[in-house]
């Protein structure tokens, strides 16, 4: 288990170890989708809801990508009559052209000499990898295990900014996580962005969101970059429109169990 670098507390190490045990059986479902962390179902719908809470039921927590909003409130009230908790993200898409967002973001962002950016990938020490996952703890954004970061389990854009140091100050990834023969097959889900608090404001987020998106299309032909970002989540709605994503009018909405994870908030 040791190589596959999982992290965080109790809670969230057990849950990477049993949805890392579970999803060689599940991953031929083709609505069903991994990050390692988590478990998703892509385009709930109603008419399945006690499947959605036996589901989160067995795996503790279940994200719902794609949730169209004329079914929000209801599904929402379900889930949370039969004892479950639900969070809510509005669902972002890349709209237009991204040479005019990212390309730009990128292309007018100099990072001062002290840092640098960083793809992670099979090579990155384990340190270093630490560090990563230790960052997007402390910034309130649910750890992803090392092997997801690394690329080695499904197709990630993971990056990061070192300093002078090699401290990591800021991370981020894209994950193609939905089944690859489903109609997302081709949709990488973005974010999981953390900047080191004290170096907020300088632009890190964007650059690196934008680099990630510019690798999900070129690198690994992305046909659409999506994420889910909260209501309250000024600085990440902020980041995700200059590098040119726009409500979708949909949702992702996150149940979990809480006999098997009690915690309000799972990530940011
Ligand atoms: C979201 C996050 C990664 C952004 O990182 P960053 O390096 O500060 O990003 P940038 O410097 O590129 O941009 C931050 C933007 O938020 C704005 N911002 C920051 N705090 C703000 C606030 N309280 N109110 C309004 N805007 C705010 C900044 O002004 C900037 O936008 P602007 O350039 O239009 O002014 C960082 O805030 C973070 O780590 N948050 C905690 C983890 C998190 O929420 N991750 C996202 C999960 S979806």
Redesign the pocket.
Known sequence: MEKLEFFGNDTQVNLQKRYYRLWPFLKSHPRLSFVGRGIGIDDPYLDEVEALVGLTMELGILSMAFTQATILEELRAVLEENGLKVGL?HHLVLTGNMETSCRSVVESMHLPAEYQINRISASTSPHQIQKVQQLMQN???APLPGYILRGRYIPTVAVMIIGSQDEVV?T?AGIFRHNPDSPYGKAAHI???????S???????????ARIILACYEEHAAELVH????TD????????R?CGLEDSGMYMLGASYPQIINVTEF??
């Open positions: 993200w910034c309130g954004v800021a981020g974010g999981f962005l953390a900047t080191e608090p170096l907020r404001g300088k632009g890190f987020g964007r650059l690196l969101l994420t889910g970002v909260r989540n000024i600085p990440s709605h902020r980041v995700c200059i990530t940011r």
